[in-house]
């Protein structure tokens, strides 16, 4: 159905957020990293290309396998989260919630200190008999 290959170093969202508060209530509120919002521009910037006219919206598997530069230990479900939203960010699914995506089979972590990179596989999802 689609692959699409983003180059540079996947983020996940949820290492090193930033704690804001807000002027006006006073309250504190969660942002994504620095380095988060850095890729995710570059995410959006690159998946133009792969973008379809409208957003994909039915039963999908999303197999992602993640290049990444260094053997640091890297946590697999934060980088596919991470990965599915801004698959939802940049109009490629329409949703990230179980009604669209609905398999991550395939999904790994891989070393490529030269290329990191994430290489997505977006296929239609096929139920199987149990």
């Known amino acids: 159905m689609l692959k699409l290959t983003i180059t540079g170093k996947p983020i996940t969202k949820k290492n090193s957020q930033r704690i804001v508060?807000?002027?006006k209530t006073g309250r504190a509120f969660p942002l994504?990293?620095?380095q988060f919002e850095t890729y995710k521009k570059e995410f959006l910037l690159q998946s133009r290309q792969y973008r379809p006219t409208e957003p994909i919206d039915e039963p999908?598997?999303?197999?992602a396998?993640?290049?990444m530069p260094t053997r640091h230990r890297v946590d697999i479900t934060n980088l596919m989260n991470a990965t599915h939203d801004l698959l939802q960010d940049a109009g490629i699914i329409s949703d990230d919630s179980m009604k669209?995506?609905?398999s991550v089979d395939g999904s790994?972590?891989?070393y490529?200190?030269?290329n990191p990179r994430v290489e997505i596989s977006i296929t239609r999802?096929?139920?199987e008999a149990l």
């Open 125 to 127: 999802y096929e139920e």
């Open 21 to 23: 508060t807000n002027r």
């Open 65 to 67: 396998c993640y290049y």
């Open 112 to 114: 490529d200190k030269e």
């Open 100 to 102: 669209i995506v609905k």
């Open 108 to 110: 790994r972590v891989f």
């Open 32 to 34: 994504p990293s620095k």
């Open 60 to 63: 999908i598997t999303v197999s």
